[in-house]
């Protein structure tokens, strides 16, 4: 094991090194931390000399992150994750944090309530960065939640949580089937549900969709012809095609707003989208501050 000083480190070198992991670098990085590229490169040059490691290798016109500097990034979120909670106590005023807000989700999924978060952020804070990331696999928000590369998570509400995290209710929206009224018609009767060639989303994961676990129990089977990653390419399969899609209504007014939509012809309980967060930062003023305002984005009408 290398001998190395690690007095020598602290939190501004380590945020300077996850922000070149992330963004691959050097010149996007100074960009967003608005710092000069000088101040960026001499930072990783002495986390290099102190821990023995290139970090990062030029790749053609970028860079790219070493093995080493892969295993260390899920620790430094979670350290730096850490800590901020030191001195995240008291009152929070968000127009003095230079913090960026980092929010997990499906974003194919939620891009209308994602784009009104984004709006709401802005509204009280212009400059804010708001980085939105691809949550996958509901399987995913433990991870997410627990290293740091997100403050908080939306998903569809799963039967049972991880003890480390809290959630509470954001919205609810019912599933709808949706389908390109210039090939087919509405679909009217469980036969005809499962007599269709369905389109459906794919995050990855073993766990099975609520749908799925819905239809299992009611004894609906569907004859899945295609997945795909996310809704905009599986708006793309349905466009144009036979195929169906059972996914929430407020897609309607994204994704699929060039396609009809139709209720579901059996019984289907609505569809709960929780917001979570690490029980660690339960008593997070900025967390606070920032699920206070996406809450009340989500519960006041678009239009208000």
Sequence with gaps: MRNADISQINGRVL????????????SKAAH?????????SHNIEKLRGILGDSLFIQAGRGIIPSAHAELMVPKVRRLLADMEALVDLGEYV??????????????STLAYEITRIRDAIWKQVPDKTVIF???GSRQNVETVLDNGSANIAITVRSTNYPQTLKHQLLTTD????????SILGPVLSISDYC???????DFGGSSKSELAISLEKQGVSRNIACMAP??????????GSDLIAT?????????????QSCPLPFSQSDLYFDLLWHRRYDNSARLKWLRDLICKTMTTPASS
Excluded: C
């Design 15 to 26: 945020r300077i090194f996850l922000t070149v992991h992330d963004l691959k670098s050097v």
């Design 32 to 40: 967003q931390l608005d710092i000069s590229q000088s101040t960026v």
């Design 94 to 107: 968000p127009q003095d944090d230079d913090e960026p807000f980092s929010i997990a989700a499906n974003g």
């Design 133 to 135: 990331r691809e949550l």
């Design 174 to 181: 019912q599933m709808v089937v949706f389908y390109d009224a």
């Design 195 to 201: 007599n269709a060639r369905h389109a459906t989303l």
């Design 230 to 239: 996310n809704v905009w390419l599986l708006a793309e399969m349905v466009r």
């Design 247 to 259: 996914l929430p209504s407020q897609l309607g007014q994204s994704t699929f707003s060039r396609l």
